[in-house]
């Protein structure tokens, strides 16, 4: 598998704070994605990327915001978290954005 | 029609059946087609990829119907270790947008003994 770390795995923390997720890949891939999962609605793309400091919303990007300064990293913040933010996160690499995506662990993440 | 279907089941197999569900696609364009298998409370791992003349791979076997536009994941002799969620992925996108592929929102499946 693609090396994938996310980082961090369980994180609670409050509505209003500002909150921010890491992907780590060491694959070199050129393409990383920023998924949700919540119960009935599948994976739901957030932000993505192809390239360094190149960006693009996804279906579910309100609220959400990314950057991508290095190849190995893919960030994800939450500006201003609110509970509906409450979710599984889900970090995914490819090299061809045509060809299968590659998974992190995930972030569990609770806004209480 | 919505991008990426499938039945979310649960599908409940009693241990050594063969067990098939289908997904299908909207784009006729499309060009790239794969399962996943996601457990529950882990990440969506790659199952198989699906070729227009059909493949396998052991108790597996994938099949495309592009004039139907749908793809179909055929399980023989299941095992309790096939209980998940299985994931149909498409790249829906024209042109091959680079935001990548569509997943569909799974069929779960459990074996029962």
């Known amino acids: 598998d693609a090396g994938i770390t996310q980082s961090p795995r369980h994180k609670v923390t409050e509505t209003g704070t500002p909150v921010t997720l890491r992907c780590h890949q060491t694959?070199?891939?050129?393409?990383m994605y920023w998924y949700r999962q919540d119960p009935g609605h599948g994976l739901r793309l957030i932000h993505y990327?192809?390239?360094?400091?190149?960006?693009d919303k996804g279906e579910v990007s309100d609220g959400y915001s990314v950057s991508r300064s290095k190849t190995e990293d893919f960030l994800l913040t939450l500006e201003s978290a609110t509970s509906s933010q409450t979710s599984v996160y889900f970090c995914?690499?490819?090299?061809?954005?045509?060809?299968?995506?590659?998974f992190g662990d995930g972030t569990r993440l609770s806004i209480l | 029609r919505k991008e990426v279907e499938q039945d979310p089941g649960p599908f409940n197999v009693p241990e050594g059946a063969t067990v098939a569900f289908n997904c299908t696609y909207s784009?006729?364009?499309?060009?790239?087609f794969f399962w996943y298998r996601q457990d529950c409370r882990k990440e969506p791992k790659l199952l198989m990829s699906?070729?227009?003349s059909g493949n396998e791979d052991g108790r597996f076997t994938a099949q495309l119907n592009r004039a139907s536009q749908y793809i179909s994941l055929l399980i023989r002799d299941s095992k309790l270790s096939d209980s998940a969620t299985y994931l149909c992925?498409?790249?829906?996108?024209?042109?091959?947008?680079?935001?990548?592929?569509?997943f569909g929102k799974g069929t779960h499946l459990i074996i029962q003994p």
């Open positions: 694959e070199n891939h050129r393409y």
């Open positions: 784009n006729s364009a499309s060009q790239s």
């Open positions: 699906v070729y227009s």
């Open positions: 995914a690499t490819t090299g061809d954005n045509n060809q299968p995506q590659h």
């Open positions: 992925v498409v790249n829906i996108k024209s042109g091959g947008g680079a935001d990548g592929l569509t």
């Open positions: 990327s192809y390239g360094v400091k190149d960006t």
